[in-house]
């Protein structure tokens, strides 16, 4: 009975390997015995499964609906779709668990399960847990049951309740990247008003058309087109399980996460003024900044999505997000990221306020800044490396925040460099009020790398130099 899973797999947000190579059925009928035994020892007895699109999600599915059976749960498999709709489903059915079989946006070749245990993300240390009792073998048993559950139609009604306005109608064009979202996206924007662009709503796991990560901008490519040519207001886009969003504006612009957050925070703020708001230590100084002289009450936190439904548990926060486009509204709804709820108030606002999203995005305060930029730097050298800056840093006395990394204040703007949770990588990102700041503060982050005998990426060197 016992098993070991390739470690590789065990992340600290999720468990996610190759197909074939690190990832096998029966690593799936594993987990469902070790999650199913945590359940059960936490005093749950029902769970709820659901899969995305991907080509090996019924495989890993049944093989992972087997063995949460054999530890005597009740099992409810609520089918195809994105992973939102999994956790609605936990709610509706009043469940105590769920888990989604699902690569999020990964290549067609990857796959992984997303849990959550009485309504809370389940990760870290309780992830490595599961490969404790899996190699123990420590198993609980029993005589559960299997039902089919369809939550689909409940959940269209619940993310349409979202759309309250009675202002005028939009153009909208929508991608699921022949995700999970598919159908889901179809039906729901079946049902709200104006006119609707459908791309890519066919489910195929081999992704076809695009790869489905609305945070690389070439993947917004076909969006971006799309709106420009049918005229559209407002251009949405999802990743693989539709926890992400992506948004272009009617001239096909990008806006990132912060921007979405502060867009949707204002309005939140207008009806629940000093409410708490929360966003990633990767988000732009304008998103606190303008979210403060809202009336709001922003809090900087750490990266990840499970780390910031945690951190938005305890404040009580209506609103936190990240820059990879993970949205949590807690105003009328549940908390959980939610790529369609997302989209569905967005369009609401636009519809309300009569503002267009091109308007909102001149009316910011200009900045340059790099993207993110992400690169190898071996395991057991990426969190010393943050510790030797953060150390150098306290020594001269320079404005630090450390709850995640390194991020560094100066006259100029920010730049940040922290470690991956999930990668051999390291993450940097700067921002400034003009061009020749931004050199400055490349100059300094370039500094410490080299300091701590890394080589310095040449993303960031083009970004220093861009001609």
């Known amino acids: 009975m016992s098993h070991r899973f390739d470690p590789s797999i065990l992340r600290e947000y999720d468990v996610r390997g190759i197909v074939g190579q690190t990832l096998a059925e029966a690593d799936a009928l594993a987990l469902g015995r070790a999650f199913g035994t945590v359940v059960r020892r936490a005093g749950g007895r029902r769970i709820c499964v659901g899969r995305d699109g991907r080509l090996s999600s019924p495989q890993l599915e049944a093989a992972l609906v087997e ?3 054999s530890t005597g749960l009740t099992v409810w498999r609520t089918g195809l779709g994105p992973t939102p709709m999994l956790y609605f489903a936990t709610y509706e059915l009043e469940a105590d668990a769920g888990i989604m079989v699902t690569g999020s946006h990964n290549p067609p070749d990857h796959n992984g399960f997303k849990m959550t245990l009485h309504k809370a993300s389940f990760f870290g240390a309780d992830i490595q847990r599961l490969g404790e009792i899996a190699a123990a073998g420590d198993f609980e048993t029993g005589a559960g049951t299997v039902e089919e559950r369809t939550v689909e139609e409940a959940y269209v009604t619940r993310l349409c309740r979202g759309y309250r306005s009675d202002g005028r109608p939009l153009r909208v064009a929508w991608d699921a990247g022949n995700g999970a979202a598919g159908a889901v996206m179809a039906a729901l924007s079946a049902r709200l008003p104006g006119e609707h662009v459908l791309l890519n709503e066919v489910v195929d796991g081999t992704f076809p058309n695009h790869h ?26 999802f990743d693989g ?11 096909g612009r990008i806006l990132w996460g912060d921007q979405l957050m502060l867009l949707l925070g204002r309005d939140i703020l207008s009806r629940h003024p000093g409410a708490i708001m929360i966003a990633d230590v990767k988000a732009s100084q304008i998103l606190f900044d303008e979210l403060a002289r809202a009336g709001g009450r922003p809090v900087m936190w750490k990266t990840g999505h499970s780390l910031i439904k945690a951190k938005m548990a305890e404040t009580g926060a209506l609103l936190a997000g990240e820059m990879s486009g993970h949205i949590f509204i807690a105003e009328d709804y549940y908390g959980f990221d939610d790529g369609l709820y997302a989209a569905v108030r967005v369009i609401d606002l636009l519809s309300r306020s009569g503002q267009s999203l091109a308007a909102f995005r001149d009316s910011l305060p200009p900045v340059v800044n790099t993207p993110e930029i992400r690169f190898p730097v071996p395991e057991s050298r990426k969190w010393a490396v943050v510790e030797e800056v953060r150390t150098r840093l306290a020594e001269r006395k320079a404005d630090v925040i450390a709850i995640d990394g390194v991020r560094v204040r100066t006259e100029d703007g920010w730049w940040l460099l922290r470690a991956s949770n999930t990668q051999a990588v390291l993450v940097a990102r700067c921002e400034a009020r003009d061009r020749d700041g931004l050199h400055r503060l490349i100059e300094s982050l370039t500094e410490q790398l080299r300091l701590s005998r890394v080589e310095v990426p040449a993303d960031l060197i083009a970004a220093a130099d861009p001609a």
């Open 67 to 69: 063995g949460l059976a």
């Open 212 to 237: 489905p990560d609305p945070t690389v901008a070439e993947n917004l490519a076909q969006l971006q087109a799309c709106v420009r040519e049918r005229g559209c207001d407002v251009g949405i886009a």
């Open 241 to 251: 399980d539709a926890d992400r969003i992506g948004v272009v504006d009617e001239h």
